[in-house]
């Protein structure tokens, strides 16, 4: 069996870059306490709007800020739900994700009712000609620039401390005069947007067009990518890497043949059941943000 | 101006906040019907109306209804609870393949034996779905939230993964198992219509839940886990058993949707077999506030809408895709609604926000 070791690992960073987007951006909002289940859906929305601006407007620029655009608005949608009126965390975020897939389907529907548009401009791969680093610029940023930018916030500055004081504790943090509202709603849009540019790389980067199925899962992926990190940075990226490489390789080896019946679909449901195990292993060790699924009321 | 909390709330509020959550959704509709180019009222007519105003039309929002029906319920029972069960759609799923595993392999079985074997082999599917997560809510307190959720995707690879492989259909080739043998086919429930008997399941199942529910002490006791579970616990109710008992017959009612799915509608397993189903279920529940007549009433209404948006898509060009929008908006107004009715405006004080940190001690 030949496995061709630097495809595969070129694959990998591709296929995991949507998932550190999106990741690290559902770890920013879960850090002050909010489950944004919406986060499939968002990707679903920068996927969509993304491709559509691109499209019509002819440059992949455009897109990737309109999805950008898109993300900070889903993320102002959820705090409206969650925060302002303090609705329930998940049915809100499931009702957003299944509103802004529906809402986006109605539009590619209505849009492009026969043939398949596809980006004649879309971004192209930096360093074409060597192997592994042959990757798209929103790769590069999201392991060299996003994943030690958060981590530095969350462990060094005042806004990263502020996140995780209303994660932990917001009664205290308001008192020590940290608004959890605010500080709620800018995690949720910062949240939003590295969630759109997340599936705004599918459609910008990676395919040039827009399937109906093209989130497919993702956003959940990401869900169980965060609490296996246990909410820190680098075990999401880590996370993201090793689902992508386990997909990869399943690739590869369908094409190789040698292992072509083991199913794919084991192979993808895997980081699924890894949380689940991790969570029946860890138990109550688990450390969820303290106020996790609750809004925040000042009587 | 500024929100205060109602002291007193009169009794037409919530009536009036759910009128007012409607007239929302209808009005953020018209924005894409218009999108579509079409007349909103038109359009609006066409949902509502004409799929209730012919036979014919009754029949196809009977059929649409019952998938509706069981996931529905199924959310209701686990959320009064206080079991926050998100996976009705995985649970959905695995009670279609138990069916499927029982007609791929007893083809044919005649009807009397097959029709309740399908439907067990359904709800056991559903069943063994759900219990995992309830398990380790029970053993380990771990949050059933994400754990339902996450095995939503997981079911859905396993339908795929058997489609691809041993269930393959054998004469296509396609991922389709292949059609079931004929002892599988639910029979209509009213001649001449494609109505089939898990309509008539379903609705035995809301009878069930409501009666236990309202008559019985059981379901005072559920009633009372989900509400106030610490007054529940030291009045000696067991909340994690009655929470863990009512997530497993979640978890049965929304597999026995997926038996009542391949044997009244596709007679055999697809790929697209729960079109969303397990979620719309949350979206029934919480706008029924988890009542078995408010369940059938919702799932009704939504069949409706996605009946006449099928209607629509054929007529006036707008994509089928509005009702999912319709149901997702009035999900998200109602709930909106319900928690603004609390509140009231008031002319805006001095006081500014952030100088009262008593309240928060308060809150604690």
Known sequence: MSINVLALLSAMLTIATPLVWAGIGELIVEKTGVLNLGIEGTMYLGAFIGFLVALRSGSPWLGLIAAIGGGVVAGLLMGLLTVTLGLNQHVSGLGVTLLLIAACEFAFRLLYTGARPTLEDKFQVLLPDVPVLDQHWLTYVAFLVLAPAAWWVLRATGMGYRLQAVGENFEAADVAGISVTATRYVALMVGGALMAIGGAFLTLAVLGNFTLDIINGRGWVCIALVIFAKWRVWPVVLG???????????????????????????????PYLAVIAALAVWGRKVHYPASYLQAYRRG | MRLVRRGHEPAWLPVAAVAVAVLVTVALSAIPIRLAGANPRAAFERYLLVPLSSTLGLYEVMLTATPLLFTGIAVAIAFRAGYWNIGAEGQFLMGAVGTTAVALNAPDLPSWAALPLGFVAGGLGGLAWAWLPAWLKRRGAIDEVVTTLLLNPVAL?????????????????FTDSDRFGAGYDLPPLISGSRVHWGFGVAVVIVVITWFVFTKTAVGMQIRASGQAPDAAKFSGIPVARLRFRSALVSGAVAGAGGASQVMGVQHQLTQGISNNYGYTGIIVATLAALSPVGVVLVAVLLADIAVG???????????????????ALLLLTVLSAMELRHYRLARSGRRRHGATPVSAEEAS
């Open chain 1, 240 to 270: 993201a890497l090793i689902f992508a490489g386990t997909d990869a390789l399943q690739l590869q080896l369908a094409i190789t043949k040698t292992f072509s019946d083991i199913p794919r679909e084991l192979m993808l449901a895997l």
């Open chain 2, 157 to 173: 690879l396993v339908v795929q993964g058997l489609l691809n492989g041993p269930w393959r259909n054998s004469e296509t080739g």
């Open chain 2, 309 to 327: 948006a099928e209607n629509v898509s054929l007529v006036l060009q707008v994509p089928t895709q509005l009702g999912a929008i319709f149901a």
